[in-house]
């Protein structure tokens, strides 16, 4: 991959593909574009002498290209001419003539293919980092990615509203510096994390006035029982989910249950939000 220079209006590089085909015999590499090259220059010239002088390599460097290719593909691709009024030369079999013409053709498609994939490289750079998130290994429970929608500065925090799938908001107060350091800024992505232990669950927060900033209203899909504890998954709108771990006691005396609606709330100091590096 490659990026291309910056537009004169500031605006970012945008993502371009670039390949190479290369023929393998075995594991070991039997030619590619430079080597394609060269052959066909020695059809065309009749002598090695020109044809690695036409593809900028030296006469030995030359030799020993065709002595490997030979070797690896099994079947002479450059032979030598006995000498006579023209005084010999070299030239290339059938089927070294035959890999000319294969190679190219095969080059020709992977060069469409390549140009294929490189129009759609601004989907394959938020495909790139969204895998890169999927990679992500953290012990909290819910991850969401969203795009930052709203930054209030403070004198030591900040607070950083993103807006995630569906529309919903989560709302995280963090240091000044974290703030800083994580480049945050509207219209930036970033990601929220939130433990499950720190949510807590509502069956009905109708005209309910809490301090915390964070209430996201959904459906109850699964319940895992525990001894002590229990987790309960309820689905956002927009098809996002939030995982909290209550008592036992408690998600028996909310009368949870599948299919019921409830509420996920948290504080905006329990969310740690991140920035894909």
Same mark, same amino acid.
């Given at each position: $991959?490659?990026?291309?220079?910056?537009?004169?209006?500031?605006?970012?590089?945008?993502?371009?593909?670039?390949?190479?085909?290369?023929?393998?015999?075995?594991?070991?590499?039997?030619?590619?574009?430079?080597?394609?090259?060269?052959? !066909?220059?020695?059809?065309e010239?009749?002598?090695?002498?020109?044809?690695?002088? !036409?593809?900028?390599?030296?006469?030995?460097?030359?030799?020993?290209? %065709?002595?490997? $290719?030979?070797?690896?593909?099994?079947?002479?691709?450059?032979?030598?001419?006995?000498?006579?009024?023209?005084?010999?030369?070299?030239?290339?079999?059938?089927r070294?003539?035959?890999?000319? @013409?294969? &190679?190219?053709? =095969? @080059?020709?498609? *992977?060069?469409? &293919? %390549?140009? *294929?994939?490189s129009?759609?490289? *601004?989907?394959?750079?938020?495909?790139?980092?969204?895998?890169?998130?999927?990679?992500?290994?953290?012990?909290?429970?819910?991850?969401?990615?969203?795009?930052?929608?709203?930054?209030?500065?403070?004198?030591?925090?900040?607070?950083?509203?993103?807006e %995630?799938?569906?529309?919903?908001?989560?709302?995280?107060?963090?240091?000044?510096?974290?703030?800083?350091?994580?480049?945050?800024?509207?219209?930036?992505?970033? &990601?929220?994390l939130?433990k499950?232990?720190? =949510?807590?669950? $509502?069956?009905?927060?109708?005209?309910?006035?809490?301090?915390?900033?964070?209430?996201?209203?959904?459906?109850?899909?699964?319940?895992?029982?525990? !001894?002590?504890?229990?987790?309960?998954?309820?689905?956002?709108?927009?098809?996002g989910?939030?995982? !909290?771990?209550?008592?036992?006691?408690? @998600?028996?005396?909310?009368?949870?249950?599948?299919?019921?609606?409830?509420?996920? =709330?948290f504080? @905006?100091?329990?969310?740690?939000?991140?920035?894909?590096?």
């Amino acid at each position: $991959m490659e990026h291309d220079k910056r537009a004169p209006d500031g605006a970012p590089p945008q993502l371009a593909l670039q390949g190479n085909v290369w023929m393998t015999v075995g594991g070991e590499k039997l030619g590619g574009q430079d080597r394609v090259a060269l052959l !066909a220059a020695i059809a065309e010239t009749g002598s090695i002498t020109r044809a690695a002088k !036409a593809v900028k390599m030296s006469y030995k460097g030359a030799w020993d290209a %065709i002595d490997a $290719m030979n070797n690896l593909a099994g079947a002479t691709l450059v032979e030598r001419v006995a000498g006579g009024k023209g005084g010999g030369g070299t030239r290339l079999t059938a089927r070294g003539a035959q890999l000319v @013409a294969n &190679f190219r053709q =095969i @080059a020709a498609e *992977h060069d469409q &293919f %390549i140009a *294929h994939l490189s129009a759609q490289s *601004h989907g394959l750079a938020d495909d790139f980092l969204l895998i890169r998130k999927m990679q992500m290994q953290t012990s909290a429970r819910n991850q969401f990615s969203g795009t930052v929608i709203a930054l209030r500065r403070g004198a030591v925090n900040d607070e950083v509203v993103l807006e %995630i799938m569906g529309g919903q908001q989560v709302v995280a107060t963090i240091t000044r510096d974290s703030c800083d350091s994580l480049g945050l800024r509207e219209g930036a992505p970033a &990601f929220a994390l939130v433990k499950a232990s720190s =949510i807590i669950v $509502m069956t009905d927060a109708t005209g309910a006035r809490l301090s915390a900033r964070n209430q996201l209203a959904g459906t109850v899909v699964r319940l895992q029982p525990g !001894a002590v504890n229990t987790e309960v998954s309820i689905a956002l709108p927009g098809g996002g989910t939030i995982a !909290a771990i209550i008592t036992r006691d408690s @998600a028996e005396a909310l009368d949870l249950a599948v299919g019921a609606p409830a509420t996920a =709330i948290f504080k @905006a100091s329990s969310v740690i939000l991140g920035t894909a590096g």
